[in-house]
């Protein structure tokens, strides 16, 4: 059974970081293409973040480049997301896909972890 659990979110202040991990088991996802979406209260699941297999090339939403950066360690089946700069608008349950179905900026992921919250104040 594959799961993908996410952790690292939290509370912080306008103008700090978190990073956020996601912990793969149940398979090797080294070839395989994962990303980090985000919903925000009342609003849809929104693109965050995407990794190809290997880690060979990064896409990023206009809203979070300059701030986040994605990688993987495949070694460890992990995934991160390191956010710098964070902004109010960055509040939202994070999560982490796995699988795209589609384009990888729509949700069409066969695999997604629970979600991880992330608050920041301003």
């Known amino acids: 059974q594959v799961q993908l659990v996410e952790s690292g979110g939290g509370l912080v202040q306008a103008g700090g970081s978190l990073r956020l991990s996601c912990a793969v088991s149940g398979r090797t996802f080294s070839r395989t293409a994962m990303a980090w979406f985000r919903q925000a209260p009342g609003k849809e699941r929104q693109f965050v973040a995407y990794?190809?297999?290997?880690?060979?090339?990064?896409y990023y939403a206009d809203s979070v480049k300059g701030r986040f950066t994605v990688s993987r360690d495949d070694a460890k089946n992990t995934m991160y997301l390191q956010m710098n700069s964070l902004k109010p608008d960055d509040t939202a349950v994070y999560y982490c896909?796995?699988?795209?179905?589609?384009?990888?900026?729509?949700?069409?992921?066969?695999?997604w972890g629970q979600g991880t919250q992330v608050t920041v104040s301003s």
């Open positions: 896909v796995a699988g795209p179905q589609g384009t990888y900026w729509s949700p069409s992921y066969n695999y």
């Open positions: 990794i190809t297999g290997r880690g060979g090339s990064t």
